[in-house]
């Protein structure tokens, strides 16, 4: 969902996260997710390691900047853009990122 449509008190469904559409909530879904509410306190990082090993391929670095986006949100954050933790990705986790990358 869009961020600035989301409505914290109306999270019920992954589409109803920021930066969350149908195929990211499947994407939940195949990680074994069946609430939103599950991912509060998951690590990000996990979650992307998790993908892509589920997935058997390399997923973008733009998802890790979804899922920040997502538990940042679920810890109390406001709900931003997927992209305003392209930054902060590439500052914490671009050596993960490119193990991972490599592995595929």
Not at 34 to 55: F, I, K, N
Not at 62 to 81: I, K, N, Q, R, W
Request: hydrophobic share 40%.
């Amino acid at each position: 969902m869009n961020p600035e449509k989301v409505v914290r008190d109306k999270v019920r469904r992954f589409v109803d996260l920021p930066n969350i559409g149908p195929a990211m909530a499947r994407d939940f879904a195949r990680l074994g997710y069946d609430h939103p509410a599950q991912l509060a306190g998951v690590d990000p990082l996990d979650l992307y390691r998790s993908l892509c090993e589920v997935t058997g391929h390399y997923q973008d670095p733009c998802v890790l900047d979804t899922f920040m986006s997502v538990t940042h949100f679920l810890a109390g954050g406001e709900a931003l853009p997927w992209w305003s933790f392209t930054d902060e990705r590439k500052r914490r986790h671009a050596r993960d990122v490119e193990q991972l990358r490599r592995r595929a």
